[in-house]
């Protein structure tokens, strides 16, 4: 079995320290397992993000063993009423907007005239 390198030493003792330090706190441990859950997939190769991650995670530690944070949680944006059910369009953006060339009306809804003005 081959010997871990001093980069993957370094996150596998940052998460232990952070699941150590979100002991207590409500949604921490669910939230550190879920990112690096969601980071695990990076390749080997990727250093500087791997190296970006880390450094982020420590800043982390830090305000979590600073004693102001009480619990650990993320923002999640949630699909208002407004935007389109398949995710199409930008955020926040009716589906009915836009200048659409296969729709016949406009952002206006008025009707287009052709180029001819027939």
Same mark, same amino acid.
């Given at each position: 079995?081959?010997?871990?390198?001093?980069?993957?030493?370094?996150?596998?003792?940052?998460?232990?320290? !952070?699941?150590?330090?979100?002991?207590?706190?409500? *949604? @921490?441990?669910? +939230?550190? %397992?879920?990112?690096?859950?969601?980071?695990?997939?990076?390749?080997?190769?990727?250093?500087?993000?791997?190296?970006?991650?880390?450094r982020r995670g420590r800043r982390?530690?830090?305000? !979590?063993?600073?004693?102001?944070?009480?619990?650990? *949680? @993320?923002?999640? +944006?949630? %699909?208002?009423?407004?935007?389109?059910?398949?995710?199409?369009?930008?955020?926040?953006?009716?589906?009915?907007?836009?200048?659409?060339?296969?729709?016949?009306?406009?952002?206006?809804?008025?009707?287009?005239?052709?180029?001819?003005?027939?």
């Amino acid at each position: 079995m081959s010997r871990h390198s001093r980069l993957q030493r370094q996150v596998l003792s940052l998460y232990r320290e !952070l699941l150590r330090a979100g002991r207590g706190k409500p *949604g @921490a441990e669910a +939230r550190v %397992r879920a990112e690096f859950r969601q980071h695990a997939c990076l390749p080997r190769s990727d250093v500087l993000r791997i190296e970006y991650l880390y450094r982020r995670g420590r800043r982390q530690l830090q305000m !979590l063993r600073s004693g102001h944070a009480t619990a650990m *949680g @993320a923002f999640v +944006r949630t %699909r208002g009423p407004t935007e389109e059910s398949n995710g199409a369009g930008a955020p926040g953006t009716l589906s009915g907007e836009g200048d659409d060339p296969r729709k016949p009306l406009d952002s206006m809804r008025t009707p287009k005239t052709p180029l001819d003005g027939r």
